[in-house]
């Protein structure tokens, strides 16, 4: 690839990133699902503590839905940083990206505990480009630490 197909790659991955957190913030579920691929891994087994086994999946739509059922009434706000994003090919690339979140949790939620939480680590991405649009195939979120406060 010459210098210029591969910045636009490379901004084509970073916006596909951008839109995911915004979505999640948003609640937009359905603008979620479509930045990945029909048959997109999602891997958060290592997000959450104590870490869960069962957040594995290659269903984007599961993966959506599961994220409204927690999230359902929580305040959120991701950010990703510091992408090392590497294009394989025309159609694929990878990207580590430092990442952090806020959620603030209302009493009654079914899965998180009341209050706020503060997070950091790194999602490890997978891209494949469909069309004119680089969608993830595969995301895997891992921790460094999590802080929760009433």
Not at 52 to 75: C, I, Q, S, W
Not at 83 to 90: A, F, H, Q, T, Y
Not at 122 to 150: C, M, N, P, Q
Request: with cysteine; net charge negative.
């Amino acid at each position: 690839m010459d210098p210029v197909d591969t910045l636009l790659a490379i901004e084509g991955v970073k916006r596909c990133k951008a839109e995911y957190f915004r979505c999640v913030d948003e609640k937009d579920w359905d603008g979620l699902v479509a930045n990945f691929t029909v048959d997109a891994e999602t891997d958060m087994r290592e997000a959450v503590e104590p870490h869960n086994p069962d957040l594995l999946t290659r269903d984007p739509k599961a993966f959506a839905a599961n994220n409204g059922y927690v999230l359902e009434g929580v305040t959120t706000a991701h950010f990703g940083y510091m992408p090392r994003i590497e294009v394989l090919s025309e159609t694929e690339a990878t990207a580590v990206w430092s990442m952090e979140d806020w959620l603030w949790v209302p009493e009654g939620n079914s899965v998180l505990p009341a209050g706020r939480m503060h997070g950091w680590g790194h999602y490890f991405d997978r891209y494949t480009k469909v069309g004119d649009r680089w969608l993830i195939s595969a995301t895997r979120l891992t921790r460094i630490k999590i802080e929760f406060r009433a």
